[in-house]
């Protein structure tokens, strides 16, 4: 079945440390991919998306990702992060541009000040 | 410009009480979704349309009926509510053309059922 996974379920980090969170695919074929946040008590929101070119895609907030696709991955990655990127994370992909999204379980990111 | 609202914000039921979620949207979007989130499982997609009139399961519709009886409106429904049922409510929805995947999400609804 295809599935989408987030191998960290929690992360805690601080402020100015490099953040790098896992996301992983089974689907051989075309997929977009995602990167949604969900501030405490907020709707989720777009951070990034990937299509097709450039592999690697900048977001908002200074993160960014990177498709690879010989790994059936694509990882978040924010070089410092802030206290105000306390969140949770989610990876989702639509795959053969379907207009359903599968998405991962999710990683909740603490950042101590 | 609204983009997608969802009433109620919180909700409290007994067992066995029905209710309706709306979910609203000013887009003009074709397509529509009611997702649960549930601690550690992400989103699920529990019903979702195409378009004006036509509905489909997604993977967790067991429990819930929906309507889209207009193009802005998705509406949700709890025949016989059950603690399982006891979630957080996300609607979302997507334009038609392109594909260019991106759905917009609501503030979501909090349900508990006791």
């Known amino acids: 079945a295809q599935s989408v996974s987030q191998h960290n379920h929690h992360v805690i980090l601080s402020e100015a440390a490099s953040l790098e969170l896992g996301c992983n695919y089974s689907y051989g074929g075309t997929v977009n991919l995602f990167w949604y946040v969900q501030y405490p008590g907020q709707h989720l929101q777009l951070l990034l998306k990937y299509f097709s070119g450039d592999p690697l895609v900048k977001g908002i907030k200074g993160f960014e990702a990177e498709f690879i696709k010989s790994k059936f991955s694509f990882n978040l990655r924010k070089p410092s992060v802030q206290w105000s990127d306390t969140a949770e994370y989610f990876c989702a992909v639509s795959m053969d541009s379907s207009y359903k999204l599968i998405f991962g379980s999710g990683t909740r990111l603490l950042v101590r000040p | 410009n609204a983009g997608v609202t969802q009433t109620p914000k919180f909700r409290v039921l007994k067992t066995g009480q029905s209710m309706t979620l709306l979910c609203a949207q000013d887009m003009n979007h074709e397509y529509m979704y009611w997702y649960r989130q549930d601690p550690g499982m992400g989103l699920r997609l529990i019903h979702y349309?195409?378009?004006?009139?036509?509905?489909a399961k997604g993977e967790v519709p067991d429990g819930y009926n929906v309507s889209r009886l207009k193009k802005q409106n998705f509406l949700l429904g709890l025949e016989s509510a059950a603690p399982s049922q006891t979630s957080v409510y996300f609607c979302?929805?997507?334009?038609?053309?392109?594909?260019?995947?991106?759905?917009?999400f609501g503030p979501g609804t909090r349900l508990t059922v006791l």
């Open positions: 979302a929805s997507k334009r038609l053309a392109g594909t260019y995947n991106e759905q917009f």
């Open positions: 349309s195409v378009g004006e009139g036509t509905t």
